[in-house]
């Protein structure tokens, strides 16, 4: 694998109750099963566009590589945990300025992880959130997130899946496309004014299975599912 980016550098780590946002929406949904009422929480968002890219000249996949907020707080999760008890606390902060005759001690803050914690291994993709059609939106991110300019009629539609049927049942749209070197127009690496950070790296073909199977490099479902698919469909007919 070929990496460029540091994604290390995580520091100043806060944690905040999020009131709104513009990419997720939590709702409450009541209903009644067989007789048996029951309650479940869920969330709003976008449905997505994901690509498996393989490079042909280099006889590899084009992944990117990024840092994930939520994969990382779920391996820091001693902090997720003091927020939440704090939260259900009814003793507010007070107690730590409580006048003394004793130096004032220092609330206890538990060191988190470094930012490597948090890096996956995904398939180029993106949120459905324009009017176009969904192979411009992937081809949109293939240039951003990689910088290979493809062409609309090399994209080709796999299958739709849900995505996370447990809290959003977003639609994610898969896709497959083959590249060459030839292709590469820029670096890729996102959207800097978003503030996207994002690392194209190569995985070779023949180290895809293993690399499904290997935990000690976080990944995405749909990375998972891709390279089985391309096992079984595509590098049969292979020259």
């Known amino acids: 694998l070929i990496s460029v980016i540091n994604m290390d550098a995580i520091e100043d780590v806060q944690i905040s109750p999020c009131n709104s946002s513009k990419y997720i929406q939590p709702y409450r949904v009541k209903f009644k099963q067989n007789g048996i009422a029951r309650v479940w929480d869920c969330t709003r ?7 498996l890219m ?10 990117v590589k990024q840092f994930r907020p939520a994969v990382y ?10 927020h939440f008890k704090e939260k259900l606390s009814h003793k507010d902060e007070a107690k730590y300025e409580e006048p003394t005759d004793n130096p004032p001690k220092q609330k206890s803050i538990k ?3 470094p930012g490597s914690e948090g890096v996956t291994y995904e398939l180029c993709a993106g949120i459905v959130d324009k009017s176009i059609s969904l192979e411009e939106i992937v081809q949109e991110e293939i240039l951003e997130e990689t910088g290979f300019k493809v062409p609309l009629a090399k994209i080709e539609y796999v299958t739709t899946y849900h995505s ?6 977003t639609k994610q749209h ?15 690496g996102g959207v800097v004014q978003d503030g996207e950070m994002i690392d194209v790296v190569y995985l070779p073909l023949k180290e895809s299975v293993q690399f499904i199977f290997d935990t000690s490099r976080p990944k995405s479902t749909g990375l998972c599912f891709a390279f089985m698919w391309f096992q079984q469909f595509k590098k049969p007919s292979l020259k």
């Open 54 to 63: 393989y490079n042909s000249t280099k006889e590899s996949f084009v992944l």
């Open 164 to 169: 996370s049927v447990g809290i959003s049942g």
């Open 111 to 113: 060191q988190y992880g």
């Open 45 to 51: 968002q976008h449905d997505s566009v994901a690509v």
């Open 73 to 82: 707080m779920k391996l820091n999760e001693h902090m997720l945990e003091d």
């Open 174 to 188: 898969f896709y497959y496309t083959e590249v060459t070197e030839d292709m590469k127009v820029t670096l890729g």
